[in-house]
């Protein structure tokens, strides 16, 4: 087979693909514009109605700011934790580090379903349900080994030579870390705080368990709304975390080499 066939084929493979993976993103995006509370494709009658009847429902709106608060405050938990154990695993390689760094990788492992009642058996055993903190811990929790492996990468890519030429310079550890590693490892740091945070807006089974209705995110509320019938105000929602999504991916690829940013090694 030529090569020009092969590139073809490849292209066309490629092509077909990237069909598969957005046309349900297109549809559900072109619901959202139908002006009757119909599951039409293409729209009929484009229209604005069902995004102004999302701004106006407190239901709605709020569930998507809970589910936003949810993902920040997630975020930042899971970086809080996993920075300290990366740069002590990569400062001295201790045994202890690499040992929590293997137990932080069990609940992504996980079934979602298997961790979610895990996590319900817990917030039921200290008689503390229904709440927003068990919804950020319980995320927090699950989704830590993404900062922990990618700061890991960060910390694992510092040229030994620049940290032995700051401390030939007389700085010490702190400074080190302040003005060598922080700023070779950050980009790593906020691309996992964006993966960590989309991992977290698009999740529903711990949500669901742990907290339920009382503190309703937005996949919550989706689902909920579906058991009263289809109406396009959910396919709003959808979008919404889409385009928060595609926001988030754009930050990591212009953050620098996203091959790079994954672990990826030429």
């Known amino acids: 087979m030529s090569r020009f066939i092969q590139k073809t084929l490849r292209q066309i493979f490629l092509v077909c693909l990237a069909f598969f993976l957005a046309a349900p993103l297109i549809i559900v995006a072109g619901v959202s514009f139908n002006s009757t509370a119909q599951m039409t494709f293409p729209p009929q009658n484009i229209s604005l109605r069902w995004y102004f009847t999302f701004m106006n429902d407190p239901a709605w709106t709020s569930a998507f700011l809970r589910s936003v608060g949810i993902a920040i405050a997630s975020s930042l938990l899971t970086i809080s934790v996993a920075f300290p154990i990366a740069y002590i695993q990569w400062k001295t390689n201790s045994r202890f580090a690499k040992i929590l760094a293997g137990m932080a990788g069990v609940p992504f492992i996980l079934p979602p379903v298997v961790i979610a ?4 058996l817990f917030w039921g055993t200290v008689k503390h349900v229904g709440q927003i903190e068990n919804i950020v811990i319980s995320h927090a929790v699950t989704f830590i080994a993404v900062p922990l492996v990618m700061i890991s990468l960060g910390f694992s890519g510092i040229d030994k030579s620049l940290v032995e030429a700051a401390r030939t310079m007389g700085a010490r550890d702190n ?5 060598v590693a922080i700023p070779m490892v950050l980009p790593f740091v906020v691309s996992s705080f964006i993966f960590v945070a989309i991992f977290s807006l698009n999740e529903y089974v711990i949500a669901f368990m742990v907290a339920g209705f009382t503190a309703e995110t937005m996949p919550v509320k989706i689902f909920s709304s579906m058991r009263t019938g289809f109406s396009p105000t959910m396919c709003v929602g959808a979008v919404f975390f889409m385009l928060i999504g595609l926001f988030g991916f754009i930050t990591v690829a ?13």
């Open 117 to 120: 009642v895990l996590f319900l």
């Open 175 to 179: 400074d080190i870390l302040r003005t």
């Open 254 to 266: 212009r953050l620098g080499n996203l091959p790079k940013l994954l672990g990826a090694r030429f």
